[in-house]
């Protein structure tokens, strides 16, 4: 959404109010400072052990106030978290025109990714104007009957993102790790996992673990297998028991939004359960491999950028080493076409509101 605070900030005629739920304190912190935008509204409601039930009520209950205050013409809505889902909610029952950043992306499996498709329809249902960032997911919303005028396919902002950030140096701990790990060319090569999704937690995460044993034990002298950890004790604690000890396989907190571009710019090869970083590797050239059954993004296996290969120990290994091995494989995903937008998001996205600024609801 960063993008689309910057354009609505330079763009005459609105005035925009950015309120963070705070939802994920320290993922939201280091993007609000690397991209300058300071919120005029903090709700600050992350707590330890939350429930989505006390998340949603907390949402309810502490926006509602801001936008009787406020008064917005439009409450602008990004992806597919709890928090689209109550602030749509909340400005329906307000009369306020939401407007879906992100719109579309569909499973079709109400579990997976969990509870993100039920996020995400719901914020679909409720919303006035759908910014799609690809003709697919302008497809998944006219089967949902929606009207097509009230639909733009406009490329995903997470690019616009993605153009501006890969530009800056990389920040000097992680020049520092890629150096010590002996990552670059003529070097050691980088594989870079993040794996955290609910649906993978349990046995998924300890397949996970076992393919990536057997890669780093396949090719010793060849890779570096880099996994920032997701802080949720279910993963943290599989992952430290099983991986820790393996010599080329480094772990590491969480990485804030700068060093992980980076460390997917040096990236060889990406194994992945997250949403985003499908379109952030594919943008930059890497193939991935997406360690879930079903993808919200199938328009990246249809070009060829993405692999589904689910938590399954047997089908990580046997994909991963046909792209280490067979050059014109690898060679095939990385020169495919990037599906998910030219980085002109942000524009046609505010172009659109202002040219609706003067409508009423009907």
Known sequence: ?????????????????????????????????????????????????????????????????????????????????????????????????????????????????????????????????????????????????????????????????????????????????????????????????????????????ENICHALQVLAETYPDRLELVWPVHLNPKVQEPVYRLLSKVPNITLTPPQDYLPMVHMMKHAILVLTDSGGIQEEATSLGIPTLVMREVTERPEGVAAGVLKLVGADTERIVCEARRLLEDEAAYQRMACAANPFGDGHAAERIVAALFERASQTIV
């Not at 890969?166 to 594989?191: C, F, W, Y």
């Open 1 to 205: 959404m960063a993008p689309v605070v910057q354009a609505l900030a330079r763009t005459p005629g609105f005035e925009s109010h950015v309120c963070v739920t705070a939802q994920h304190r320290q993922m939201l912190d280091q993007v609000l400072n690397l991209f300058g935008i300071c919120p005029d509204v903090d709700l600050n409601l992350m707590r330890p052990n939350q429930t989505l039930a006390q998340l949603t009520a907390d949402i309810l209950t502490a926006l509602d106030p801001v936008l009787v205050d406020l008064k917005p013409a439009w409450v602008l809505v990004q992806g597919d978290t709890t928090t689209v889902m109550a602030a749509s909610l909340l400005a329906f029952y307000h009369r306020i025109r939401v407007g879906h950043v992100e719109a579309g992306l569909r499973t079709l499996d109400r579990y997976q990714p969990f509870p993100e498709e039920i996020n995400r329809r719901i914020a679909g249902v409720v919303a006035d104007l759908h910014f799609a960032p690809t003709e697919h997911s302008r497809q998944n919303l006219l089967k949902e009957n929606v009207s097509p005028e009230a639909i733009i396919v406009t490329g995903n902002p997470a690019i616009d993102a993605l153009n501006s950030i890969v530009r800056l140096p990389p920040p000097p701990e992680t020049q520092a790790m890629l150096e010590r790990l002996h990552i670059h060319p003529g070097g050691k090569q980088l594989i870079l996992i993040t794996a955290h999704r609910r649906e993978n937690l349990g046995q998924g995460i």
